[in-house]
């Protein structure tokens, strides 16, 4: 079955830290890779996306994320965080196959000051 | 980037009565729309694909019966939620994408309808 594992249910980091949030995905074909962003009491906001060409792709408010085939990764990463970079972060996959979107379990983060 | 709709943004209704969300893309043809339920502090969990003009398809535990997918135009989908029960009552969002030659395109979302049965 088509599935989305986001390995880190809740980080905690301090300001200026680094992020990395990991993001592996079931094998099905062709896929379109998303991470999206979920501050509190809003809804989804796409960070960055993967179609094809460079694997390492850059996206919004100075976040990253590097699509590995061969490891079927796709892990978000920041190289310093901000206080306001604290919400829940989602990876989706959209496989081309059949068509279906699916999201990881989602990450909290926070960013202590 | 493209606009997709959702309304309402909140209701609430009676135990037993039905529900209806309306999704619309406003600036593209959506031929595929995706409908998720979101649980507090949880991730979206697919309900069902619906592609214009056939019947939608559901995952495994989602009753098609109670929770009715009509996807009539390449610009509107509805999911109508019967016979209403408290345990129904969650975050519903919509997500509209168009397959072209070259694949599925990016997936725009709306805004959620957080729906209340009491």
């Known amino acids: 079955a088509q599935s989305v594992s986001q390995h880190n249910h809740h980080v905690i980091l301090s300001e200026a830290a680094s992020l990395e949030l990991g993001c592996n995905y079931s094998?099905?074909?062709?896929?379109?890779l998303f991470w999206y962003v979920q501050y509190p009491g809003q809804h989804l906001q796409l960070l960055l996306k993967y179609f094809s060409g460079d694997p390492l792709v850059k996206g919004i408010k100075g976040f990253e994320a590097e699509f590995i085939k061969s490891k079927f990764s796709f892990n978000l990463r920041k190289p310093s965080v901000q206080w306001s970079d604290t919400a829940e972060y989602f990876c989706a996959v959209l496989y081309n196959q059949g068509g279906k979107l699916i999201f990881g379990q989602g990450t909290e983060l926070s960013v202590k000051p | 980037g493209a606009v997709v709709s959702q309304h309402p943004s909140w209701v609430i209704c009676k135990s037993g009565t039905s529900v209806k969300i309306e999704c619309r893309s406003l600036d593209f043809q959506a031929t595929t729309m995706f409908w998720y339920r979101q649980f507090p502090k949880q991730s979206l969990m697919l309900m069902a694909t619906?592609?214009?003009?056939?019947?939608?398809?559901?995952e495994q535990g989602v009753e098609k019966d109670k929770f009715l997918i009509n996807h009539a135009s390449l610009t509107l989908s509805t999911l109508t939620v019967t016979s209403a029960h408290p345990e129904d009552s969650s975050f519903y969002i919509c997500s509209a994408s168009d397959r072209g030659r070259g694949g599925y395109t990016e997936a725009f979302f709306g805004q959620g309808t957080r729906l209340t049965v009491v």
């Open positions: 619906s592609n214009e003009g056939s019947k939608a398809t559901y």
């Open positions: 094998y099905g074909g062709t896929v379109n």
